[in-house]
């Protein structure tokens, strides 16, 4: 189903083939890695979740570039023994072929349901790790970790839980490292959208809160 407030398009190669997730009234949905490069030459590693009508013709791989078209969207996953946010591109469009290997854009809109967190790095660049609450149909919403950076930092920095916002950009991914209990540190991926531009939208319902950390998959 078209959302105009939550759309993303990227253009990539999956990384192996998709695999069996789940299944949501007898359809099957496959998870999958797509490669998506940079300008810069960097690759961001994006999960994908794939209704299997989509894959009517047979499970695309190898170096074959897919054009993916859908929404962003979010479930909770117990790891570890605690909840974490998970985010996939859930594509609603896929075809193979195109010229520009480097398309990853996201448009959003949707409300605060944190307060703006507003720092710099050690080397002085300014960030503002925002999560914006996007509404779905039939009541659900996904909650999408967005960051601004820069100029677009201390604008985003004055806005207030419940303001609503227009975001577009780009799902990067992020390498870091956690300190475990033990000692240990773990490497983990994080994904957000990274803001090109974001601007105030009128004022309408705000989507649900944070709901708590449950198993759910985002084709339901």
Same mark, same amino acid.
């Given at each position: ?42 690759? @961001? ?6 209704p299997g009508k ?46 520009? @290997? ?24 300014? !960030? ?15 909650? !999408?970790?967005? !960051? ?8 985003a920095a004055r ?26 540190? !773990? ?17 309408q319902p705000l ?14």
């Amino acid at each position: 189903m078209e959302n105009p407030s939550n759309r993303m398009m990227a253009a990539g190669r999956l990384e192996g083939r998709p695999e069996l997730s789940h299944e949501v009234m007898n359809e099957p949905f496959y998870t999958a890695t797509l490669l998506v490069k940079r300008l810069s030459g960097a690759i @961001d590693r994006l999960p994908v979740t794939l209704p299997g009508k989509l894959l009517a013709d047979g499970l695309p791989g190898g170096d074959e570039l897919l054009l993916m078209q859908g929404q962003v969207r979010s479930y909770n996953k117990v790891v570890e023994g605690a909840g974490r946010l998970m985010v996939t591109l859930f594509v609603q469009h896929l075809s193979p072929g195109g010229d520009n @290997d480097t398309l990853n854009r996201v448009e959003l809109s949707g409300a605060l349901c944190k307060p703006p967190v507003y720092r710099s790095t050690p080397f002085g660049r300014e !960030i503002c790790d925002l999560m914006l609450a996007v509404n779905r149909a039939f009541g659900k919403s996904d909650y !999408i970790p967005c !960051i601004a950076w820069g100029r677009n930092a201390q604008f985003a920095a004055r806005f207030h839980v419940g303001d609503r916002l227009r975001v577009t950009g780009r799902l990067q991914s992020r390498e870091y490292q956690k300190l475990l209990e033990s000692g240990e540190y !773990i490497v983990r991926n994080a994904f957000e959208v990274s803001c090109f531009t974001l601007e105030p939208e009128a004022a309408q319902p705000l989507a649900q809160p944070v709901p708590e950390a449950v198993p759910e998959h985002a084709g339901e």
